[in-house]
């Protein structure tokens, strides 16, 4: 069993639609979660980091995280053409982005 | 502006020739790391270094190598390069303290 399981999707939706990205995890010692984005031939870029449990606002974005039930999540509001790309949760048990295990990677497409 | 660069950007080779992938930053980060992008299992960790001269295995490190020597370059060597080894991979940094690793552009290797 991996440590961190994400759907790979695809996901489709309409665009103006709220998205709903989710990780599952197993290892409890984690506690800093993120969230990457990676448009097509380019490499993740940070989204969202959060620290233990929580949420977090920036903009269109947020990122849950509920450690009790080792399950993290990114909601995208009034979703864009622009947010189509693959989102990966990652998660590290060390401070901040040090030793990261990735999930697969969702891949989302915004229609217009 | 500082960055991080990866060469070449696609590469094709031989089963059993040696390869390396070059990754150089222009942010003076200690810690580098090398993953590889394969669909199904997201990003998996090669190696990484956390400064000069520094190495450690990560989770898929059999059959690669690096070196640190300065503090730009984390160069990856695939010993003799096998069928299994095809796949796209992403050179990134990560200041001290800091909450995001930086990202490269990728390298698409194809071993034949």
């Known amino acids: 069993q991996k440590e961190v399981e994400q759907d790979p999707g695809p996901l489709s939706v309409p665009e103006g639609a709220i998205v709903s990205l989710n990780c599952t995890y197993s290892n409890s010692a984690f506690q800093y979660f993120m969230w990457y984005r990676q448009y097509s031939r380019k490499g993740p870029e940070l989204l969202m980091y959060t620290y233990s449990s929580g949420n977090k606002e920036d903009g269109r974005f947020t990122a849950q995280v509920d450690k009790s039930s080792k399950y993290i999540s990114l909601f995208i509001r009034d979703s864009q053409p622009s947010d189509s790309a693959t989102y990966l949760c990652a998660m590290s048990a060390q401070e901040g982005a040090q030793k990261l295990v990735f999930g697969q990677g969702t891949r989302l497409t915004i229609n217009p | 502006d500082a960055e991080i660069t990866q060469s070449p950007r696609h590469k094709i080779t031989e089963t059993g020739r040696q390869v390396t992938l070059a990754c150089h930053q222009t942010?003076?980060?200690?810690?580098m790391f090398w993953y590889r992008q394969d669909l199904g299992h997201g990003l998996r960790l090669i190696h990484y270094?956390?400064?000069?001269?520094?190495?450690n295995k990560g989770e898929v490190s059999d059959g690669y190598s690096v070196s640190r020597s300065n503090t730009e370059d984390l160069p990856l060597t695939l010993e003799s390069a096998a069928s299994s080894q095809t796949s796209v991979y992403f050179c990134?940094?990560?200041?001290?303290?800091?909450?995001?690793?930086?990202f490269g552009p990728g390298t698409r290797l194809l071993v034949l």
């Open positions: 990134a940094s990560r200041r001290d303290r800091g909450e995001t690793q930086y």
């Open positions: 942010w003076n980060h200690n810690n």
């Open positions: 270094s956390y400064g000069v001269h520094d190495t």
